[in-house]
C-alpha cells in the first residue's frame, strides 16, 4: 500500500520544495560566506547566544515532550505556565533589587528567584491537570487540545488583566552582567554562560531523575502503556500529575533564564518561545526527553545563525525579522520528511 | 446507608470557597470594576455585580444538588452563599490595608467601594454578606423548584440581563426611528442611568416567564398540528419562513442605522469565516489554527490589485469586481499549497504547524523583505470602495448587502456540500481516516478540498474586510482571529451550520456591543472553550452525529431535520 503511494504528486511536490529550499540555503550561505561581511568573532557571538537561547527552548521542550509522552496530547498551555514563572520571579526580583537584597546576596537572591518561579509554574499547572485536562481523560482527541488551546488564553489574559498591560522591564542584576573575555578577540557574554550553564545542569538533573529515581521509572512506564502501569501498581493519576509539576518547574526555570537574556516580561511573551520548543520538541523527536534538549540546542543555534547566514547572501533586507519564519518551516520540513525527529521513535502519524 | 441522610458539610463550603475564588479572579482582572459602568436594571443593579451574584447563584446551585433533601439545600446553598461572601470580604479588606496595586493593577480603591456598596469597611461588608446568603440561598430554591419553572425563571433573567446590557443601543435605535420613544421608554432608566429601570425589568421577566409557560404547554400541540398538514402545505409554510426572514434581514440596514450595522457587519465577515472554518473543523476534523492566513491573503490580494495609493512596485488599480475572483481563486490556491505539506498529520501537529503557517504569513507581510509588494508594517493604503451598478459600496449600510450575499452565498455551498458525497467523505474522514480510506475515499483529493473550500470563504471574508476598512495592516491578521473563529465554531457547535451563526452572534457580536467587554474577550473565549469542552463539548446547536458521539451512553435520538 505505502509502496505504491509512494511516488504521488503530492510527495514529488513536497520534494521539490524541499530541494529547492536546501538549494537557497546552500547559495545562501556561500554567497554570505563569499562576501566576508562578518568576522569569526561575530559568527562566533552569535552561535553562543544562539546555544543560550537553544538551552531555554531545551527546557521548555522537555515539558511538552513529558506531558506528550504520558498523555499523547500537546499541552498548549505549557508556554503561559512558562510565562507565569517569568511574571512571579520577576516580582520577587523587583522587590529583592529595590531594598538592596540582590545586590547584597546575589547567589541567594538568583536562588530565590529561581525558587518563586519554578513554585508558581508547578502550581498553576497542577491546577491546569486538575481542573481542565483531568476530566477529558478518553474524550474524543480534538477535545483536550481545545481545551489546551482555551486554557492557554485564559491563563495569558488572566495574567494580562492580574498584573497589567504594560512591558515590564527587567531589573539587572550586577552580578551576572558583563562579559568574560577568553582567547584573542572573543569572549562571552557571563548571562549567556550562566543560562547555558544552569540549563545544562537542570537537564542533567531531569536526565538522572527519569533514569534512576523510583518515580521517574514509573513515568517511564505509564509512557509505555498506562493500563498495564496501573496493573503494575503504579498510581497513574499521581504520576501524570507529577510529570506535569516536572516540566512545569522546568519551564518556570527557563522563564527566569529567558528574562535574564532578554530582560523583559509581558503577559504574551509566552506564545512565541513556546512554539519554539514544541518546534524543538518534535525536532529531537517528541515523547523523547534527551532528544527535545538536542532539539532545542539545535533550533537555538540554526535560528541564531541562519538569519544571517542563509539570507543575507541572498540580498534580502533585515533578515533577522524573519528567524520566525525560518523555525516554523524547519518544523514543517521535519514533520514532513522525518516525523520521528532526530532521535525519536515515535510517529506523528499514528500515534498523534 | 446513614451517610446518605447527612447534611453534606464539605461540599458546601467546598463549593463556597470555589466561588470565592473565582469571584476574587473576576474582581482582580478587573471585570467587576469596567463593568460596574453599565447597570442592568438603573440604579439597582450593574453588570459588574451581576457577574459575582451569578457566581454565587451557580455555585449555590451546585451546593443544593448535593444534599439529600430540599430543607438540607436551601441550608447549604446558604452557606455557600455566606463562604463566598467571606472570601470577597477577605479581599476588600486586603485591598484596605494592603497596598496590592504595586503588582495586582486592579486592587484599586474603586473595586473596594463597589465590593462594599460604597459604606467603608464594616457596613459595606455585612451587606455583601446578607446579599451572597440571600443569592445562595435563591440559587439553593431554583434547585428545588421543577424543571419547568426553573427554566421559565432562567430565561426571564437572561432576558432582563440581555435588554439591560443592550440598553443604550436599543434607546439609540428607537431615537433615530422618531417612534415608539414614548411608548416604551418607561421601560429604560432614566438620563445618564443605563439599564432597566425597576418596572422595566419586573414586566419583561413576567412577559418572559407567562410567555414560556405558555410555549411550553402549547408547543407540541402545535408542532402536532404543523406535521398533520399535507406535505405541501408544510412545505408552502417553510417558505413563508425562509421568506420573511429574508425581507427582515433585507430591510435591516435601514432599521438600524449605522454603528448597528456596522457591528452587524463585523459579525457577517466573522459568520463567513465560521462557515468556511467549518468545513475544515467541523466537517472534515482538521484543527487548522492558521486559518488567517487565508484570511490575509484574500485581503492582501485585493488590496494589491486594486490600491490606487501607488506605493507599490506594480499599480494594478484594478477594478473590485475582477480582482474579487482572483482573490478567491489565489486563496483556493494556497489552500491546497499549505495543505499538501500537512496532509499526513493528524490531530495536535496538524494544529501547531497550521499555527506556523499563519504566522510564517504574518512574519512575511510585516517583513521588509516583501515591503516593495505589500507595503511591510505600513500595510496597503487606498483601496477604493466596491462600485456596484453605479452605487458605490462605502457606507455600512452598503456594504452590509455584500456581506450578506456572501454570507448566504458561504451558507448554501455548505449546505449543500454537507449533503454532498464530498461532505458525507469529509464525516467520514473525520470519524476514522483509516477506516475512510478503506471505504475507497481518497484522502488527498478529499483533505485537499476542505482545505480549500475554507480558504474560499476565508478568503472572501477577507476580500471584503479589505474594501470595506480601505487600509489592511499585517497587524489585522493575527493569531487571535484564528481563535474567535474558532471559538465561534466550536460554541455553535463543530459541523453545525446554524451553529456557525450562533456563535458568531454571541461571539463575535455581542463584544462588539459591549465596548468594556473587548478587553475581556479573549479571557472568556478561553474559559468558554475550557469550559464548554467539559460541559457541553457538542456545542450549542449540535450537529447530530456529533451529539451522539460525545453522549454515547444516552439512549439513540431519532433524527431530527436540522434546522437551518
Known amino acids: 500500500m505505502q509502496s505504491l503511494k509512494r511516488f504521488s504528486w503530492t510527495d514529488i511536490f513536497m520534494w521539490i520544495v524541499g530541494a529547492t529550499l536546501l538549494l537557497l540555503i546552500v ?11 562578518y ?74 528567584i529561581f525558587l518563586t518561579a519554578m513554585t508558581t509554574s508547578a502550581i498553576l499547572a497542577v491546577i491546569l491537570e486538575r481542573i481542565a485536562y483531568r476530566p477529558l481523560r478518553g474524550a474524543p482527541r480534538l477535545v483536550p487540545l481545545i481545551t489546551a488551546i482555551g486554557a492557554s488564553f485564559f491563563l495569558q489574559y488572566t495574567f494580562r488583566g492580574l498584573f497589567g498591560t504594560q512591558n515590564r522591564a527587567y531589573p539587572e542584576i550586577d552580578y551576572i552582567r558583563g562579559a568574560i573575555p577568553l582567547f584573542g578577540d572573543f569572549q562571552i557574554q557571563k548571562i549567556q554562560l550562566v543560562v547555558i550553564i544552569a540549563a545544562a545542569v537542570m537537564m542533567a538533573s531531569l536526565a538522572f531523575f527519569v533514569q534512576y529515581t523510583k518515580t521517574g521509572k514509573a513515568m517511564r512506564a505509564v509512557s509505555e502503556d498506562k493500563n498495564v502501569a496501573a496493573l503494575m ?72 545563525l541562519g538569519p544571517t547566514l542563509f539570507l543575507d547572501g541572498l540580498g534580502i533586507p533585515a533578515p533577522y525579522q524573519l528567524k520566525d519564519v525560518i523555525a516554523f518551516t524547519m518544523l514543517v520540513m521535519i514533520l514532513i520528511f522525518r516525523p520521528t525527529g532526530i532521535l525519536g521513535e515515535r510517529l506523528s502519524k499514528t500515534k498523534a | 446507608m446513614s451517610t446518605q441522610n447527612r447534611f453534606n458539610w464539605q461540599k458546601a463550603i467546598q463549593l463556597g470557597g470555589i466561588a470565592g475564588l473565582i469571584g476574587v479572579l473576576i474582581a482582580l482582572v478587573g471585570m467587576v470594576e469596567s463593568f460596574d459602568h453599565r447597570d442592568i436594571v438603573a440604579g439597582a443593579i450593574s453588570m459588574g455585580w451581576t457577574m459575582l451574584l451569578l457566581t454565587v447563584l451557580v455555585a449555590a446551585y451546585f451546593s443544593a444538588s448535593h444534599q439529600p433533601s430540599k430543607s438540607f439545600s436551601l441550608v447549604a446553598s446558604g452557606i455557600t452563599g455566606f463562604i463566598f461572601s467571606l472570601v470577597m470580604s477577605l479581599l476588600a479588606f486586603l485591598i484596605e ?73 436599543i434607546q439609540v435605535t428607537i431615537a433615530s426611528t422618531g417612534s415608539g420613544n414614548s411608548a416604551i421608554g418607561w421601560m429604560f432608566g432614566r438620563g445618564t442611568q443605563s439599564g432597566l429601570s425597576i418596572i422595566g425589568a419586573i414586566v419583561v421577566f413576567g412577559v418572559v416567564i407567562g410567555g414560556n409557560l405558555l410555549w411550553g404547554t402549547n408547543a407540541p400541540k402545535i408542532n402536532a398540528q404543523v406535521s398533520k398538514m399535507p406535505p405541501n402545505r408544510q412545505r408552502s409554510l417553510r ?115 497550521t499555527l506556523g503557517f499563519g504566522e510564517i504569513i504574518r512574519i512575511l507581510a510585516l517583513s521588509d523583505f516583501l515591503k516593495p509588494h505589500i507595503g511591510g508594517s505600513q500595510g496597503i493604503v487606498n483601496i477604493p470602495p466596491p462600485d456596484f451598478l453605479g452605487v458605490l459600496l462605502n457606507k455600512p449600510q452598503t456594504l452590509y448587502y455584500l456581506i450578506v450575499a456572501g454570507c448566504i452565498l458561504a451558507l448554501f455551498v455548505s449546505q449543500r456540500l454537507r449533503d454532498s458525497r464530498l461532505g458525507r467523505s469529509w464525516k467520514a474522514m473525520r470519524e476514522d481516516e483509516d477506516v475512510a480510506q478503506a471505504m475507497g475515499i481518497n484522502l488527498v483529493a478529499t483533505k485537499l478540498l476542505a482545505f480549500a473550500t475554507g480558504a474560499a470563504f476565508s478568503g472572501l471574508s477577507g476580500t471584503i474586510l479589505a474594501v470595506k476598512l480601505g487600509t489592511i495592516y499585517p497587524h489585522s491578521f493575527a493569531l487571535l482571529i484564528s481563535i474567535n473563529v474558532l471559538s465561534l465554531i466550536i460554541v455553535g457547535g463543530m459541523g453545525s451550520i446554524p451553529g456557525v451563526f450562533i456563535g458568531g452572534l454571541l461571539l463575535a457580536g455581542m463584544p462588539e456591543l459591549l465596548r468594556e467587554f473587548a478587553e475581556y474577550r479573549l479571557l472568556i473565549y478561553g474559559a468558554l472553550l475550557v469550559v464548554m469542552m467539559q460541559v457541553r463539548p457538542e456545542g450549542f446547536w449540535p450537529e447530530e452525529t456529533h451529539k451522539r458521539e460525545f453522549h454515547e451512553d444516552a439512549p439513540d435520538v431519532t433524527p431530527v431535520q436540522e434546522a437551518a
Open chain 2, 97 to 169: 490595608n494592603l497596598d496590592l496595586r504595586q503588582i495586582l493593577v486592579n486592587a484599586s480603591p474603586n473595586l473596594l467601594k463597589i465590593l462594599t456598596l460604597e459604606n467603608g469597611i464594616p457596613n459595606g461588608l455585612i451587606s455583601l454578606i446578607v446579599i451572597s446568603t440571600i443569592f445562595g440561598i435563591l440559587g439553593g430554591a431554583l434547585y428545588i423548584l421543577p424543571a419547568k419553572i426553573r427554566k421559565a425563571i432562567s430565561l426571564g433573567l437572561g432576558m432582563v440581563a440581555f435588554l439591560g446590557l443592550m440598553e443604550d443601543i
Open chain 1, 39 to 112: 568576522t569569526t568573532v561575530q559568527w562566533f557571538d552569535l552561535a553562543v547566544f544562539g546555544l543560550a537561547q537553544g538551552s531555554v527552548y531545551a527546557l521548555i521542550a522537555l515539558g511538552y515532550t513529558l506531558v506528550y509522552g504520558i498523555l499523547r496530547m500537546i499541552n498548549f498551555a505549557h508556554s503561559e505556565i512558562f510565562m507565569s514563572g517569568a511574571y512571579l520571579g520577576y516580582f520577587v526580583a523587583t522587590s529583592m533589587q529595590r531594598n538592596g537584597f540582590l545586590q547584597e546576596n546575589p547567589l541567594l537572591g538568583i536562588v530565590l
Open chain 1, 27 to 37: 547559495i545562501g550561505s556561500t554567497l554570505t560566506l563569499q562576501q566576508g561581511k
Open chain 2, 239 to 353: 417558505i413563508l419562513g425562509y421568506g420573511l426572514i429574508l425581507l427582515v434581514v433585507l430591510y435591516l440596514p435601514v432599521v438600524l442605522g449605522l454603528y448597528l450595522t456596522e457591528v452587524v457587519n463585523v459579525t457577517g465577515l466573522f459568520i463567513l469565516m465560521g462557515l468556511g472554518l467549518n468545513i475544515v473543523v467541523g466537517f472534515a476534523g482538521l484543527l487548522d489554527l492558521g486559518y488567517v492566513a487565508f484570511y490575509a491573503i484574500g485581503a492582501y490580494t485585493v488590496g494589491v490589485l486594486t490600491s490606487l495609493s501607488g506605493q507599490l512596485s506594480t499599480a494594478f488599480e484594478w477594478n473590485f469586481w475582477w480582482a474579487l475572483p482572483v482573490s478567491i481563486f489565489i486563496c483556493v490556491m494556497a489552500g491546497v499549497v499549505l495543505g499538501i505539506p500537512v496532509l499526513n498529520m493528524r490531530g495536535d501537529y496538524l494544529a501547531i504547524v
Open chain 1, 233 to 304: 501498581g503504579i498510581d497513574v493519576d499521581k504520576i501524570i500529575v507529577r510529570t506535569f509539576v516536572l516540566g512545569a518547574s522546568l519551564a518556570g526555570a527557563a522563564g527566569v533564564l529567558y528574562c535574564f537574556m532578554f530582560r523583559i516580561v509581558t503577559f504574551y511573551m509566552g506564545f512565541i518561545p513556546g512554539l519554539k520548543a514544541f518546534t524543538a520538541a518534535v525536532l529531537g523527536g517528541i515523547g523523547n526527553p534527551p532528544g527535545a534538549m538536542l532539539g532545542g540546542l539545535f533550533l537555538g543555534i540554526f535560528e541564531s
